[in-house]
Nanobody, 119 residues
């Protein structure tokens, strides 16, 4: 089992920046990759960024020029830095961890943190 706790959300003005954190606990040794997803009202959950255990990152083109994902393995924590925020970035941001134990894959979600970007 992996437990994820996100923090850092809130109200931000358009053009501003934010840094989200996601701290993992539990069977952290089993985590293969972690990532950030977001879901706006009435829309499906979408990928924002992922990072593997070895530090390889993937950020979709839609946010690539404004987003950076990083990790601190000593703290079992990943971060999402987003700049030049737009009102359409308003969403609940979720942290996800994918684990592998004995070839079995599982995934865990955090409870989410609200990000609201005002125009």
């Amino acid at each position: 089992q992996v437990h994820l706790v996100e923090s850092g959300g809130g109200l931000v003005q358009a053009g501003g920046s934010l840094r989200l954190s996601c701290a993992a606990s539990g069977d952290v040794f089993s985590i293969d990759s972690m990532g950030w997803y977001r879901q706006a009202p009435g829309k499906p959950r979408e990928l924002v960024a992922t990072i593997t255990r070895d530090g390889f990152t993937h950020v979709p083109d839609s946010v690539k020029d404004r987003s950076t994902i990083s990790r601190d393995n000593t703290k079992n924590t990943i971060y999402l830095q987003m700049n030049s925020l737009k009102p359409e970035d308003t969403a609940v941001y979720y942290c996800k961890a994918e684990t592998i134990i004995n070839l079995r894959k599982d995934y865990y979600w955090g409870q989410g943190t609200q990000v609201t970007v005002s125009s």
